[in-house]
């Protein structure tokens, strides 16, 4: 009786058994994963993580990835643009801008620069509305007084007895020009006839001067 060789042809191990090297995979490591599929039982479960790499970039919980051509997720819409913001004025958008800071901060020195930049941002009869609203919704008490530290008044001027000359040239320094009009002229029509030529010819003598 013929005895066939082990391993030759017929694929028998060397205890004997029948065995065809057709059906063995080829010896893979337990780390890693190439497929979904397994040849082994389990090798699935092997696999902590998947080495192919993938395109997808992980986000958030509170992100979305919207894909091209398809309607965007609710949080992912961008915000509606008011039409101020879209149409506005830019000067006006950098004014009222800027009103926003000097209410916040509230300081003497914000609200003079407010008034720096709206007089370079806004034509006066931008400014004038403003100052008149603002004005108009002050209580009168308060009104008045608000306009007179804007006007710079000084107010009325001292008695001849207690400042003389050099205090009457103090006021018309830091007077408004209303306030020189007003007390020039109500200080001519109270002189005599006299004093108001003695005037005249004090004014006509600086003209030539001059």
């Known amino acids: 009786r013929r005895r066939i060789p082990t391993g030759i042809g017929s694929g028998a191990s ?8 057709r059906l063995t995979p080829p ?13 082994r039982s ?7 993580s998947n080495k192919v790499p993938c395109g997808n ?12 051509g398809t309607p965007r997720e609710p949080g992912n ?21 800027m009103l926003g800071y000097v209410l916040t901060i509230g300081t003497a020195k914000a609200w ?14 931008e400014i004038t509305g403003l100052a008149f609203a603002a004005l108009t919704a002050l209580d009168p008490n308060i009104r008045h007084d608000t306009a007179k530290a804007a006007l710079r008044a000084a107010g009325a001027p001292l008695p001849a007895f207690l400042g003389g000359m050099d205090d009457a040239r ?4 830091v007077a408004s020009s ?14 005599s006839p006299s004093d108001q030529a003695a005037f005249y010819r004090h004014i006509s003598e600086m003209d030539i001067a001059a």
């Open 14 to 21: 060397k205890s004997g058994a029948h065995h065809d090297n």
């Open 27 to 39: 010896t893979r490591k337990p780390n890693e994963c190439g497929t979904s599929a397994s040849w």
């Open 42 to 48: 389990g090798y699935a479960a092997d696999c902590k």
């Open 57 to 68: 970039k992980a986000l958030a919980k509170s992100g979305y990835q919207d894909i091209e």
């Open 77 to 97: 819409k961008p915000k509606p643009r008011s039409a101020i913001s879209q149409f506005g004025n830019p000067a006006h958008k950098r004014a009222a801008r």
């Open 112 to 125: 003079l620069d407010f008034s720096r930049v709206i007089a370079a941002r806004l034509e006066d009869r």
């Open 170 to 173: 103090w006021w018309a320094s």
């Open 178 to 191: 209303a306030e020189l009009k007003s007390h020039a002229l109500a200080a001519f029509e109270a002189m």
